[in-house]
T-cell receptor, first 110, second 114 residues
């Protein structure tokens, strides 16, 4: 069935790079997304990548897609304390349906 | 640009009671979603509307949950009667196009069923 898996926690020091990983199961996904959720807030779309791309860069964010291994990663360069949040990986499985992972909680230590 | 508005922010009810949540999407957004986010999990799609028609409600527990989007703008989600396992954050989102490449989320309604 459709499933998106992520590690639950990641802790980094301020200024270091963070890499959040995700695996998905539906090879027919057209879009893959990264969302950010801060405490008490809704989800904010950070970036997305089309399935025919293998990399996308947007300022401090780099998304890498390995379609063969169904692996998606989000790299945050120069991580700041304001980046502390839960990051959700999601895939668009077609039929207008988006499946979310359980989220990775990023802790940034000053 | 105003974001997706949801109310109430918090609700505490006893099991077997009824509850309703309201969502006002971003103006002009044709697609509206309701998600259920249980603590420690990712959001799960309950229902998706395109204008005032239902696109997908396959994961909506229809024996107790209902949703409507009259006039293709605001939407309400109702639970009747509530169970303990319905305790979650209910998120509303909207997007301009059907494929949802840019979905904007509201702050959610945190429901606690006791």
């Amino acid at each position: 069935g459709e499933d998106v898996e992520q590690s639950l926690f990641l802790s980094v020091r301020e200024g270091d790079s963070s890499v959040i990983n995700c695996t998905y199961t539906d090879s027919s996904s057209t879009y893959l997304y990264w969302y950010k959720q801060e405490p008490g807030a809704g989800l904010q779309l950070l970036t997305y990548i089309f399935s025919n791309m293998d990399m996308k860069q947007d300022q401090r964010l780099t998304v890498l897609l390995n379609k063969k291994d169904k692996h998606l990663s989000l790299r945050i360069a120069d991580t700041q304390t304001g980046d502390s949040a839960i990051y959700f990986c999601a895939e668009d499985t077609g039929g207008f349906k988006t499946i979310f992972g359980a989220g990775t909680r990023l802790f940034v230590k000053a | 640009e105003a974001g997706v508005a949801q109310s109430p922010r918090y609700k505490i009810i006893e099991k077997r009671q009824s509850v309703a949540f309201w969502c006002n999407p971003i103006s002009g957004h044709a697609t509206l979603y309701w998600y259920q986010q249980i603590l420690g999990q990712g959001p799960k799609l309950l229902i998706q509307f395109q204008n005032n028609g239902v696109v997908d409600d396959s994961q909506l527990p229809k024996d107790r949950f209902s949703a409507e989007r009259l006039k293709g703008v605001d939407s309400t989600l109702k639970i009747q009667p509530a169970k303990l396992e319905d305790s979650a954050v209910y998120l509303c989102a909207s997007s301009l196009d059907v494929e949802g490449t840019e979905a904007f989320f509201g702050q959610g309604t945190r429901l606690t069923v006791v």
